[in-house]
């Protein structure tokens, strides 16, 4: 399998030394109580923000080494179309705006107060084969580094590049559609597994609530195999907890969640597998409505105990991306970089999977394979969280069709 070429642009040692003469940003703020922040732009990508912490030391803006208290933003993931749009013209320049106060936006006006910007020149001429570093130590608000003494705010700032070679693929359909799957390289599409979407009617983990409407056939227990060319089943994603409504509900509830195992064979025979992982999840309630999710790698000691790996919240109606990734993730903490990532579609939109995955962590077609379980685990519980008022799909819920396709 060749890779993929990405890039990625690292914003990290981020901190603040703010001039002893700073007024606070409006009433009841002030930045030695309420977190400044920044925001990161560079042309035509989505804009990042990160918390800056303060550092009130006369001397941290002279230190060689970066702050201890620094903080590190989500940086940017420049995939092949980014690096063919940038090759002609490899330099780029990376903004940062710093801002006082509160975060957010109030009656379209951003709420904090502008204390300086400064530009990083980042050029991606060799970023593809090799690390390189293009800011590192202190910056002057408004201008370039030099000195000026406590009256100026100065931000510490590192920005780098590394090379992030990634495979690529893609469902060719639904995963509940028992779809090809495709390695993505450029404009070629080369077909690399196969899945089969199937349903046990009798096989069911726990009661479901005497309020539960059989006919929607949500407690089935579900499972989506992945095979490679030769036929041979490399991975799968069980469900082993239904997707059932809370007593008194529609909805899938974050103390009640469906569950998937992402399983892999465990070399001793065709039809003995091994538990890798465990996805949680759940129909968030609040102002958002949003699929909850948590993903943890089951331990050696059994099914009750895992290490969390991912968790967060994606729009219902927009979908979103599901990513394991140790520098935007506190939980992701026995992978280095960039994991994999997985688009998912909202609602009731027809989804076709991507699923990025970093070269590091694929030493065999099997690795890639439970990365490719795990998106179609995610993909599915989007329908699967739908509310219980709401007609599912028929690949779900049509007898007809379960009896026709999955016997």
């Known amino acids: 399998m060749d890779p993929c070429p990405f890039v990625r642009l690292i914003v990290e040692s981020l901190a603040l030394k703010l001039p002893s003469a700073t007024r606070p940003a409006g009433s009841g703020v ?3 109580t309420t977190p400044c922040y920044a925001k990161l732009k560079i042309k035509n990508f989505p804009s990042q923000t990160a918390l800056l912490p303060l550092i009130t030391s006369s001397s941290a803006a002279a230190a060689s080494t970066p ?3 620094s903080t590190s933003a989500p940086g940017f993931h420049l995939d092949p179309d980014a690096l063919r749009t940038l090759s002609c013209k490899p330099v780029v320049a990376l903004k940062i705006s710093v801002f006082t106060g ?3 936006r109030t009656c379209g006006v951003t709420s904090g107060k502008l204390l300086g910007s400064l530009q990083v020149t980042v050029n991606l001429g060799h970023a593809q084969t090799r690390p390189c570093v293009y800011q590192s130590g202190w910056m002057k608000l408004g201008g370039g580094g030099g000195s000026g003494g406590d009256t ?13 070679p990634r495979y690529v693929f893609q469902f060719g359909g639904e995963p509940e559609c028992s779809p090809v799957v495709f390695q993505i390289q450029g404009n070629i599409r080369q077909p690399v597994f196969s899945c089969k979407f199937s349903a046990d009617r009798s096989n069911r983990s726990r009661s479901l609530p005497s ?3 059989m006919s929607s056939n ?5 499972t989506l195999s992945v095979y490679d060319l030769s036929g041979s089943a490399v991975a799968a ?3 082993t907890t239904p997707f059932v409504p809370s007593p008194g509900s529609d909805r899938v509830s974050r103390s009640n969640p469906g569950a998937w195992l992402i399983l892999r064979p465990n070399g001793v025979s065709i039809s003995s597998w091994k538990p890798w992982g465990r996805l949680e999840a759940w129909r968030e309630r609040g102002p958002v409505d949003g699929l909850g999710y948590k ?3 089951v331990a050696n000691t059994g099914l009750t105990s895992g290490i969390p790996i991912a968790q967060g919240t994606m729009s219902v109606k927009k979908g979103g991306r599901f990513c394991i990734d140790d520098t935007s993730s506190k939980d992701c903490a026995l992978f280095r970089g960039f994991v994999m990532g997985s688009s998912v579609e909202g609602e009731g939109k027809v989804s076709k999977p991507v699923v990025e995955v970093g070269v590091v962590h694929v030493t065999c077609m099997a690795d890639a394979a439970l990365f490719v379980a795990l998106s179609a685990a995610v993909d599915l519980s989007m329908d699967a969280c739908r509310m219980f008022s709401s007609k599912l799909r028929k690949e779900f819920s049509s007898d007809e069709h379960e009896s026709s396709s999955f016997s």
């Open 30 to 32: 002030h930045p030695s």
């Open 67 to 69: 702050p201890e208290s």
């Open 102 to 104: 509160r975060m957010g």
């Open 152 to 164: 100026v705010a100065r931000l510490h700032v590192m920005v780098r590049s590394e090379p992030d």
């Open 211 to 213: 309020d539960f409407n």
């Open 218 to 222: 949500r407690g089935w227990m579900r």
């Open 237 to 239: 994603a069980s469900m």
């Open 295 to 297: 993903f943890e790698l």
